[in-house]
DNA sequence: CCAAATAAAATTGTTGACAATCCTGTTTTT
DNA sequence: AAAAACAGGATTGTCAACAATTTTATTTGG
């Protein structure tokens, strides 16, 4: 019950009240969004939590009104469940979907480089070298959370490169969904699961000679090896328990 | 002013109030979606149109709160755009973004009709060969509107067999948009603009024949037909205008 | 003791009144 | 006369009380 809450970060704005002055009206909303998001994605909130609204608004210092519409917002994005009259939960993605999140990441991220082959220059080719390399300092210094972040950036900021905004939207949802899957299927054993850096070097490489097909290629290799490092065979770790009785 | 109100059909319900008796909870709000759904990929509220909440909400005779809701799925499915304190427009799909659908469907199809090849079976064959024919009844009896639809679904339907569900997600949203950009760039000299049956019944063939390679080369031919059955060369098109004033 | 029925509590859903913001036409100022 | 300032109405945004539903706890009957 409790464990909603405490597992939040406190706000220091909660004992106010909820009738607090604020800057302009949408930020406050934003920046629920954000901590709740945030918080899922670090598994702080858990695959299968109950988010109860009192708490939740109150907690933050809103109203149950706002609350529920950014629980609405979150639902959106596929981070939450919501059902019509018990409530929202966190998302648990089960095998299938993971494996059909990374298979349309493929097919969208294989044409997004695709695209992007063509249009892009010298310049953009030199931003993503660039972020490669901080992505690449980060994983020697050990950050991975922060290196994690920088390699979802890449492909990210690849897809504003391609300029297909409708492209552009749905990698987005898939990116924000891929934590998610990863902390939940992360397969123990393994070596910290992450973007690989010399695959992001390649395509990059693969980019600046305007070889597209290679581009594509090693896109989708990379891709396969990522979805490799987790463990998708049918039911047999623990945390699949919570996957089929979350309902 | 008045012409939103005027432009939809009328709700046989809405002197009532209210407060009428409803079957169950959400029945009303997907009836409300829906229709105006249907009102706006039929152009009978044209892009750009302004949507207010309490004529549309008397219209249906629905509270504003609930209209509210629907307004924002609406803009959640890309048909209407909201803006913070400045309502809902009816969406105007650019040319560009229109482009980028295509280029979507290309990829989305591309990737879903290669699926579908190797886990279909005659069952499902039979299925797509019925639809088909179903398909080309309706374009010989020119009832042109039906024929558009069957041949929409048959892509759903195809996204389906393939069992992808986040593709099958986002196939749906872009099937949707279509209409929306068909009827906004739809080139008057070309002739009834929609699928051509020929094309959907390739597909079958090759899926029923294994080729995975001819069946994406297949769609994304057919799709590139399709685009080029519209008017999406740079603004010199009367809807343009409406396009270009419209925030 | 278990199961179904029932009562109480907790939780989500809805609404109408109120507040904030934007739009339009008018007046005032330069 | 053009631009700025203002006023009024129209429109969207918010909230707190109320209603409906689900969940949990308790009782009752087999």
Redesign the pocket.
């Known amino acids: 019950?409790t464990a909603t809450r405490s597992s939040l970060p406190p706000n220091t704005d909660a004992a106010d009240g909820?009738?607090r002055k604020r800057g302009?009206?949408?930020q406050q909303?934003d920046e629920v969004f954000e901590r709740i998001q945030q918080a899922i994605l670090d598994h702080r909130l858990p695959p299968g939590t109950?988010?109860?609204?009192?708490?939740l608004a109150e907690t933050f210092g809103?109203?149950?009104?706002?609350l529920?519409?950014v629980l609405t917002r979150l639902a959106h994005a596929r981070l939450v469940d919501?059902?019509?009259?018990?409530?929202?939960k966190v998302a648990s993605p089960s095998i299938s979907e993971s494996r059909d999140l990374f298979a349309a990441r493929r097919a969208i991220e294989g044409a997004i480089v695709d695209i992007a082959c063509r249009r892009i220059g010298a310049r953009q080719i030199r931003t993503l070298r660039k972020m490669i390399e901080r992505e690449q300092q980060a994983y020697r210094k050990d950050e991975v959370r922060a290196g994690l972040k920088l390699s979802i950036d890449f492909h990210r900021v690849l897809a504003e490169m391609a300029g297909n905004t409708v492209l552009a939207g749905f990698l987005d949802e898939l990116l924000t969904r891929t934590p998610l899957v990863i902390l939940a299927y992360k397969d123990t054993r393994a070596t910290a699961t992450g973007c690989d850096c010399e695959d992001h070097g390649a395509i990059a490489d693969a980019l600046e000679a305007g070889d597209a097909d290679a581009a594509v290629q090693i896109m989708q290799k990379h891709l396969e090896e990522l979805e490799g490092q987790l463990n998708l065979r049918e039911e047999d770790s623990t945390t699949d328990l919570s996957a089929i009785f979350s309902r």
């Open positions: 019950m909820p009738a302009r009206l949408g909303e109950k988010l109860k609204e009192v708490p809103v109203t149950r009104g706002l529920r519409k919501q059902r019509p009259n018990r409530g929202a």
